[in-house]
């Protein structure tokens, strides 16, 4: 008997009832817009790899989720199970969940591959901030992702080289808030595939500074709190972009981290940040004393 695809589903596949964690999975991979098989598992399922395997396909194969996979390697065969929401997940949301405006659409499924490799980068770092603050019992209070960003955004005045107001649109990857031992403490996220140039993301810094120097940002957020973080690939980047940052007078809300480095063991606490104008490394949240003996 041939092997059945691994995007091919099963015509009758094995009943199931919905369960709780379930809905939850739905609801984490709306927000998310995409999840790889092992986010899911991290996030929902502990130790047991077998029964997060079985669980998702069931959820594929009765179509609460559709399975995307990277094209960019050598085969699909290659790549791990990317979940996206299909539509009984969808119409799931809006009856368990009560969700008024649930913003998916049957295209939604079919996202290209830059998005989904951005976006999976972006969950990287997500779904560790996540488990980090599970560890070590912090809160994460918000995540906003740029769709989220992208509905409702602030638009900052500038003067191009001419002299000229322009009005400049501020929309960042991500923003979230953590509750710590130390207080609440709010970030935005940018991920850096490294396609910018030197002066483009000199010129988002600036952004940055005159929207938190207007008072636009402490207005909309109610908080004066803010650190930047730019996640990038490699540490050749990382050492430009902060360079970049330091020359345009970017200062210490400017903190600059390499993706592979993005553990929950680490992400939150390890010194592993690289800040303006700093020449150590820090970490996002300095750990209590009982966090260091144990």
Not at 59 to 69: E, K, T
Not at 240 to 262: H, I, P, Q, T
Not at 265 to 287: C, I, Y
Request: net charge positive.
């Amino acid at each position: 008997m041939a092997r059945r695809k691994r995007n091919e589903r099963e015509s009758n596949p094995p009943p199931m009832e919905l369960t709780e964690r379930d809905i939850q999975i739905l609801d984490m991979v709306y927000r998310c817009r995409v999840l790889r098989q092992d986010h899911i598992h991290a996030l929902f399922f502990g130790s047991s790899k077998t029964a997060s395997q079985r669980r998702l396909a069931l959820l594929y194969h009765h179509g609460f989720l559709a399975r995307r996979f990277l094209t960019v390697r050598a085969s699909y065969l290659l790549s791990p199970a990317l979940y996206v929401l299909d539509r009984r997940g969808a119409t799931c949301l809006r009856t368990a969940l009560g969700y008024d405006e649930l913003h998916w659409q049957t295209g939604d499924t079919q996202v290209g591959q830059v998005f989904l490799e951005h976006t999976l980068a972006i969950n990287d770092v997500r779904v560790a901030v996540t488990l980090a603050c599970r560890q070590y019992g912090y809160s994460l209070l918000d995540w906003q992702s740029e769709a989220d960003l992208k509905a409702d955004f602030d638009r900052v005045p500038l003067r191009d080289t001419t002299g000229r107001k322009k009005a400049v649109s501020l929309i960042p990857d991500s923003y979230f808030v953590l509750d710590t031992p130390h207080g609440k403490a709010h970030f935005f996220l940018e991920l850096d595939r490294g396609t910018e140039t030197s002066a483009r993301f000199q010129s988002k810094i600036s952004v940055y500074l005159a929207y938190y120097a207007s008072g636009a940002y402490e207005k909309r957020y109610h908080t004066k709190s803010l650190r930047v973080l730019t996640v990038t690939f490699n540490q050749k980047r990382l050492n430009a972009l902060k360079n970049v940052s330091e020359k345009a007078k970017g200062g210490a809300r400017f903190w600059f981290g390499l993706l592979s480095e993005m553990s929950p063991e680490h992400v939150l606490t390890g010194p592993m940040w690289s800040v303006a104008g700093k020449n150590m490394l820090f970490p996002l949240v300095e750990p209590i004393e009982s966090e260091i003996e144990n």
